[in-house]
T-cell receptor
Framework: AQSVAQPEDQVNVAEGNPLTVKCTYS??????LFWYVQYPNRGLQFLLK??????LVKGSYGFEAEFNKSQTSFHLKKPSALVSDSALYFC???????????FGTGTRLTVIP | DTEVTQTPKHLVMGMTNKKSLKCEQH?????MYWYKQKAKKPPELMFV???????INESVPSRFSPECPNSSLLNLHLHALQPEDSALYLC?????????????FGPGTRLTVL
């Protein structure tokens, strides 16, 4: 069975400050992990993914994520937040051998000018 | 072309109508997906097509009928829908189903059932 949790419904951060959006997962095998962003009334945009190898993954728009196997976490980070980063962020996981992509409940990020 | 397109953008239909949603991609992807998304909720998987064959049907009611005419096109035929079916319907594609393949999403069709 696979599951993913995003413990924070809402994250507020001041513009220019670092941001973190948290994600923890549970899989029976090795995980493939993804982050997506969704702007209002739009589809999801792929940001980055973890397959294997380096625990720090760099993605689009200056975002990065750190894979931590012992804590089963895959937190999304950005060193300096922009107002335009305000959106809904989804973490997703797929177990090896599975076709389904399982999404977390989403975290709304608001960057305050 | 790295885009998934969906038509129409908005659709309003009565409970007795028949309508279709369309999705197209020209990235050479061989897996295509339909998701349903309610406001402020994550997308819920409905169907997966792999090499134009239906591989996953997540127990979706028969009033939703998917069709994959070729590797670039995916349709969702709607008939006798209920008001609770109102949602954003997202199409996605990936190189292959499963594994480490990320999915590319279209902008969605906002469906309202009266």
């Amino acid at each position: 069975a696979q599951s993913v949790a995003q413990p924070e419904d809402q994250v507020n951060v001041a513009e220019g400050n670092p941001l973190t959006v948290k994600c923890t997962y549970s899989v029976s095998g090795n995980p493939y992990l993804f982050w997506y962003v969704q702007y209002p009334n739009r589809g999801l945009q792929f940001l980055l993914k973890y397959i294997t190898g380096d625990n720090l993954v760099k993605g689009s728009y200056g975002f990065e994520a750190e894979f931590n196997k012992s804590q089963t976490s895959f937190h999304l980070k950005k060193p300096s937040a922009l107002v335009s980063d305000s959106a809904l962020y989804f973490c997703a996981v797929r177990d090896t051998g599975a076709n389904n992509l399982f999404f977390g409940t989403g975290t709304r990020l608001t960057v305050i000018p | 072309d790295t885009e998934v397109t969906q038509t129409p953008k908005h659709l309003v239909m009565g409970m007795t109508n028949k309508k279709s949603l369309k999705c197209e991609q020209h990235m050479g992807h061989r897996a295509m997906y339909w998701y349903k998304q309610k406001a402020k909720k994550p997308p819920e998987l409905m169907f997966v097509y792999s090499y134009e064959k239906l591989s996953i049907n997540e127990s979706v009611p028969s009033r939703f009928s998917p069709e994959c005419p070729n590797s670039s096109l995916l349709n969702l035929h709607l008939h006798a829908l209920q008001p609770e079916d109102s949602a954003l319907y997202l199409c996605a594609s990936s190189q292959r189903a499963g594994g480490y393949n990320e999915q590319f999403f279209g902008p969605g069709t906002r469906l309202t059932v009266l």
